[in-house]
Each structure stands twice: as C-alpha cells, then as structure tokens.
T-cell receptor
Framework: NAGVMQNPRHLVRRRGQEARLRCSPM?????VYWYRQLPEEGLKFMVYLQKENIIDESGMPKERFSAEFPKEGPSILRIQQVVRGDSAAYFC???????????????FGDGTRLSIL | AQSVSQHNHHVILSEAASLELGCNYSYGGTVNLFWYVQYPGQHLQLLLKYFSGDPLVKGIKGFEAEFIKSKFSFNLRKPSVQWSDTAEYFCAVNPLVKAAGNKLTFGGGTRVLVKP
C-alpha cells in the first residue's frame, strides 16, 4: 500500500540549472498539492492539480516555476534557472477525488530537499 | 485570505510535563482543522483532524485538540509528554470552499523539545 512517493529525496543543483521534482500520488488519489518549506518556516501552499488540470496556482512564484500532472505518470514540479533562494524542502500531498471538497486528510510524501550551490 | 497562527515557535519541557500548543485561524466560514507532526527528517504525519461534531477530538499517540469556534482556535494538548514527542507540530486549516479543494494553510510550526 504505497503512500505518496517523491523523488529524488535529495537534489543538488548549481545556480542557473533546472530542477525537476516528481510526485506519484497514493493509489486512487487524483488530487495533488505541492508545498514548499523554507528553512525555519512552515509549509506554504504552491499549487493544486488534478489530472491534466491546474486548479489553483496562487502560491506559485510568477517566474521560473511550473507544475503539471499529466494523464499518465507522476506530477512534476519544475524550477528553471534555480537560485539560492529556491533551496527548500518541497512536499507533495495527495487526496482522493471528491468534487473538490473531501473529508479526507492529505497524505504527504517524504519530500525532496533541494540544495542550490 | 485565511491565515493560521501558532503562538509558540519553540517549546522546551521535561518528560511527563503537560503540553499545550496554541493555534488560531482567521476565516469566517466553515473549516476543517488538522494537526500534523514532523519528526526530524521525516514527512508530515497526521495527528488528528476535526471536520464536525464533538469539538474535542482525540488523535494518535495520546494527543487531543479542542475546537472553540468562538475563539477561532484549535489548540493541541497532551497530558504527559515523552522524549519521543520531540518534533515540529503544524496546525493547518482547509476552508470548505469548493475552489480550495483540500488546499491547506499551515501555521508556522512549533518546535517541541522534550528533555529526558
């Protein structure tokens, strides 16, 4: 009974490179959420996706960040031209379908810790 | 936009002491409320949740929380902590608005250190 799977667990990039973070939701879950946890801070919502749709991206930085959740395969959070300030833990969570409102808590992955050199 | 405030950033206490962590939120509508725990280097785990009904909810590991609607609060308690409760604790709110889905707004977290 696999939970939310994120990979890689740790990712090191140099400034200017691209970072791709992957998230496979729990079986049966079709809603994916990405959160960012900066050092010494709480989690901040970034984006909410369903299959092939971005539902809410109000927490995404306007530039360099994008997310997708294709019909097949994992959800991808992509950061282009990374900068030092992108260093953080990125957590993915999933929840079951429910018309957008579901009395089901989100299940979190182990996160990807991104370090920018 | 809604916000969640956790009053204490750091709490240090001894084993067997009682713990109470404060959480207040600002949202006028109906909400689901959660407490998550994050042990060092691990992902968030759900401690307990409130959706409706009895405002006193019991979770795992002896934790409980009380929802006081008039105070917009959802404080976490444990009567007697153990060293293994050393972790960071996050309060989170999901407003029951369709567009929000299950999007969570988190508090800043409280780091709890239990001294043996």
């Amino acid at each position: 009974n696999a939970g939310v799977m994120q990979n890689p667990r740790h990712l090191v990039r140099r400034r200017g490179q691209e970072a791709r973070l992957r998230c496979s939701p729990m079986k049966g879950h079709s809603h994916v959420y990405w959160y960012r946890q900066l050092p010494e801070e709480g989690l901040k919502f970034m984006v909410y996706l369903q299959k092939e749709n971005i539902i809410d991206e109000s927490g995404m930085p306007k530039e360099r960040f994008s997310a997708e959740f294709p019909k097949e395969g994992p959800s991808i959070l992509r950061i282009q031209q990374v900068v030092r300030g992108d260093s953080a833990a990125y957590f993915c969570a999933s929840s079951p379908p429910g018309g957008g409102i579901s009395n089901q808590p989100q299940h979190f992955g182990d996160g990807t810790r991104l370090s920018i050199l | 936009a809604q916000s969640v405030s956790q009053h204490n950033h750091h709490v240090i206490l001894s084993e067997a002491a009682s713990l109470e962590l404060g959480c207040n939120y600002s949202y006028g509508g109906t909400v689901n409320l959660f407490w998550y725990v994050q042990y060092p280097g691990q992902h968030l785990q759900l401690l307990l949740k409130y959706f409706s009904g009895d405002p006193l909810v019991k979770g795992i590991k002896g934790f409980e929380a009380e929802f006081i609607k008039s105070k917009f609060s959802f404080n976490l308690r444990k009567p007697s902590v153990q060293w293994s409760d050393t972790a960071e604790y996050f309060c989170a709110v999901n407003p029951l608005v369709k567009a929000a889905g299950n999007k969570l707004t988190f508090g800043g977290g409280t780091r709890v250190l239990v001294k043996p």
